[in-house]
């Protein structure tokens, strides 16, 4: 099983629907992010957690929510579905102890906003 | 401009040639340097990381960083098929954020 594991893997909506992806990891790791990546564009950060109490804004996070529900699981949602909001999203984990702030990804989550 | 610049390629190089991957990144903040692997379809997996100036070597990998000219690059010896994916250059600016450039798509020729 994958340490760092999202929900749904693929998922087609339309424009106006809630859209919830979520991420849970057992790596006992503190911090948890979430970016989504667009051909040509590479991975752009849009919140990320340190740890159950503390969310931050990344580079992009207009247009999308986040819960910490766990140190083990965090939820990216998006309130109303534009097509701009088709991608490729990933959740990843570090640890605080880290040397390097080593990223560890998840697999994946395809996202089509029709 | 941006952040981290890499050219996106593909780059294409024969089996057993070098590969020649480089990054160039603006915020002189940087700490440290990390190269992901990104193969299709896939997530991005560590591969490299370096901190200090000068060259880090592990297998057929080579980190080479030059912070006063801001730029970091990734040598692949001996290049196989199984190397070719899209690498990503991301620079760590310490708080744990890391920012990412766009990758260099790599495709080794059989």
């Known amino acids: 099983d994958a340490d760092v594991t999202q929900t749904p893997r693929n998922r087609i909506t339309k424009t106006g629907k809630r859209i919830m992806l979520e991420c849970s990891q057992t790596?006992?790791?503190?911090?948890m992010y979430w970016y989504r990546q667009d051909p040509g564009l590479g991975l752009r950060l849009i919140y990320y957690?340190?740890?159950?109490?503390?969310?931050n804004k990344g580079e992009i996070s207009d247009g999308y929510s986040v819960s910490r529900q766990a140190q083990a699981k965090f939820s990216l949602s998006l309130e109303s579905a534009i097509p701009n909001q088709t991608a490729l999203y990933f959740c990843?984990?570090?640890?605080?102890?880290?040397?390097?702030?080593?990223?560890?990804f998840g697999e994946g989550s395809r996202l089509t906003v029709l | 401009q941006k952040e981290v610049e890499q050219n996106s390629g593909p780059l294409s190089v024969p089996e057993g040639a070098i590969a020649s991957l480089n990054c160039t990144y603006s915020?002189?903040?940087?700490?440290?340097f990390f190269w992901y692997r990104q193969y299709s379809g896939k997530s991005p997996e560590l591969i490299m990381f370096?901190?200090?100036?000068g060259d880090k070597e592990d297998g057929r990998f080579t980190a080479q960083l030059n912070k006063a000219s801001q730029y970091v690059s990734l040598l692949i010896r001996d290049s196989q098929p199984s190397d070719s994916a899209t690498y990503l250059c991301?620079?760590?600016?310490?708080?744990?954020?890391?920012?990412f450039g766009a990758g260099t798509r790599l495709f080794v020729k059989a």
């Open positions: 957690s340190f740890d159950v109490k503390d969310i």
């Open positions: 370096i901190y200090s100036n």
């Open positions: 915020d002189r903040g940087s700490q440290s």
């Open positions: 790596k006992g790791h503190d911090r």
């Open positions: 990843a984990t570090s640890f605080r102890g880290s040397d390097t702030g080593e990223l560890f």
């Open positions: 991301a620079p760590y600016t310490g708080g744990f954020k890391t920012i």
